[in-house]
């Protein structure tokens, strides 16, 4: 996996368990919505500090659930919705156990093209066509696994200098950029629901 150029605000030890670890990646992913998503994509290193261990999709797959919601809602929540975001990832990890032997990078390893690529990903639990296209851009700007035809799959994620994702923050700079931009969607989305 080519080094990763995605640097949040956030502890700088999340940012490493991100770079080294393609399960706290995808479960950042995963979380990556109805909160910031420094919170999302720091949360997997909350995790792991909590279970006092590296995280594994084996053991997250077998979790006792109400177990793994206490771990999930102790102050401060990894996520605004506790509950159901600990089911979710538990039924990402479940998923890769079944398919992909526990190992998150199994998921994007040898993949064909990028339509394959983006066939897997969406096959996730919680996974619809913009939180994969997204996670398929993240990978090939970030992480330099580029098949044949990414960023296509990525759709418009997958642009090259956009600024509509966490694939294309680099710094404070890009982050303000993408920040404004889904401000800008949200905004526009919520005019036209209005009729504005």
């Avoid at 990978?139 to 994620?157: C, E, I, M, N």
Wanted: proline letters at 7%; a neutral charge; glycine letters at 8%.
């Amino acid at each position: 996996m080519v080094r990763m150029t995605l640097v949040l605000p956030i502890d700088p030890e999340a940012n490493r368990l991100l770079e080294r670890s393609p399960l706290a990646l995808l479960l950042g992913m995963v979380l990556d919505q109805q909160v910031p998503m420094e919170k999302a994509f720091s949360s997997p290193y909350v995790l792991q500090q909590r279970l006092g261990h590296e995280l594994d999709a084996t053991e997250l797959a077998g979790y006792d659930p109400e177990a793994l919601v206490a771990l999930f809602a102790q102050p401060p929540a990894l996520h605004r919705f506790p509950k159901a975001m600990a089911a979710r990832v538990q039924e990402v990890c479940q998923v890769l156990v079944e398919r992909y032997d526990g190992d998150a990078a199994l998921l994007w390893a040898e993949v064909a093209d990028g339509p394959e690529l983006l066939r897997r990903v969406s096959a996730l639990p919680g996974f619809g066509k913009q939180k994969a296209q997204i996670f398929v851009a993240l990978l090939g700007k970030r992480f330099g696994v580029t098949p044949q035809d990414w960023r296509k799959s990525a759709g418009d994620y997958g642009d090259p200098g956009a600024y509509r994702s966490v694939a294309d923050v680099t710094d404070a700079d890009s982050l303000r950029r993408v920040r404004e931009f889904k401000q800008q969607t949200k905004a526009a989305a919520k005019a036209k629901a209005t009729g504005g």
